[in-house]
């Protein structure tokens, strides 16, 4: 019987001694597998932030990039010196409004050369030199100038000779030819005085850096970088302020060129209808 008993409390505490274990095992592989549930969430938060990030970045890159630009000339024209930045500045304002004034002026100028002339003969031809004239005046640019100088003087009856006709187209055409290239000088001295006040600064700035040398005693890059930057500075601003200006003007030269030849296309035509017309002395 005490052996019975025995064996009894044996088998109780072994299976009170076993619960308390098993529940802490449970408890334990419950704890396990919220911590991989977690886990495996922030995982999946971690990927779809670096997924989005990319296309967040793609739409603040071209906002910094531009403000970055706009910083960088900023912080580069007052590196520059700000006095001799702003003279290259203001050479380049005012040969662009030169530029832009005589290509507008040039533009206005153009015409349909050939529908002029033959509008023109057929008045001649008709006898209308008076009409002739009306129609000159009425039309703008250095053609109409040059056939109006020449209708007067065919209309008239003591200049009306072909040779006072031809020297009066001529003197015309000089004159006409001094419009279209008027303020082509102020382009050129703004072209060379660009670069100019470019190699200005470069030297200025070039003395600037060894200055900056003597007071410190010692050459080193960091003394020589601030003058050698503003001399950078300057120099190509000021050359590519030149070459802006120097396209405008090459398109200006070449529309005071196509004038040019319309001019003498137009003389020669002149000459030919004062020749056919009565009215010319021979």
Same mark, same amino acid.
């Given at each position: 019987m005490k052996k019975y008993f025995a064996i009894v409390a044996m088998v109780a505490a072994f299976t009170f001694g076993m619960t308390p274990s098993v529940v802490a095992q449970d408890e334990v592989a419950d704890e396990a597998a919220v911590a991989e549930q977690v886990d495996s969430v922030a995982e999946e938060a971690a990927d779809s932030v670096e997924a989005e990030a990319p296309a967040v970045e793609e739409a603040v890159a071209p906002v910094e990039e531009e403000q970055g630009l706009h910083k960088t000339l900023k912080t580069k024209f007052i590196e520059g010196d700000a006095g001799f930045m702003s003279l290259v500045s203001i050479a380049l304002v005012l040969g662009l409004a030169f530029c832009i004034e005589r290509v507008i002026y040039l533009t206005l100028a153009q015409v349909n050369t050939r529908k002029f002339m033959e509008s023109l003969r057929e008045k001649v031809e008709a006898g209308k030199i008076q009409e002739a004239i009306d129609f000159c005046a009425g039309?703008?640019?250095? %053609? $109409?100038? *040059?056939?109006?100088?020449?209708?007067?003087?065919?209309? @008239?009856?003591?200049?009306?000779?072909?040779?006072?006709? +031809?020297?009066?187209?001529?003197?015309?055409?000089?004159?006409?030819?001094?419009?279209?290239?008027?303020?082509?000088?102020?382009?050129?001295?703004?072209?060379?005085?660009?670069?100019?006040?470019?190699?200005?600064?470069?030297?200025?700035?070039?003395?600037?850096?060894?200055?900056?040398?003597?007071?410190?005693?010692?050459?080193?890059?960091?003394?020589?970088?601030?003058?050698?930057?503003?001399?950078?500075?300057?120099?190509?601003?000021?050359?590519? %302020? $030149?070459? *802006?200006?120097?396209?405008?003007?090459?398109?200006?030269? @070449?529309?005071?060129?196509?004038?040019?030849?319309?001019? +003498?296309e137009a003389a020669m035509s002149l000459l030919d209808m004062c020749v056919k017309s009565p009215k010319c002395k021979k």
């Open positions: 039309t703008r640019g250095p %053609v $109409a100038q *040059i056939s109006k100088k020449a209708m007067v003087n065919l209309n @008239s009856n003591d200049q009306n000779d072909i040779a006072t006709i +031809e020297r009066s187209i001529n003197i015309e055409a000089e004159v006409q030819g001094a419009y279209l290239e008027e303020n082509c000088s102020w382009i050129t001295l703004f072209i060379a005085m660009a670069p100019s006040l470019g190699f200005l600064g470069t030297v200025i700035g070039m003395v600037q850096a060894f200055d900056d040398i003597e007071r410190a005693g010692d050459i080193s890059p960091t003394v020589v970088a601030g003058g050698m930057k503003v001399a950078l500075i300057t120099t190509i601003f000021g050359i590519v %302020v $030149a070459l *802006i200006l120097q396209v405008f003007y090459n398109y200006v030269l @070449s529309r005071v060129e196509a004038l040019n030849n319309n001019m +003498e």
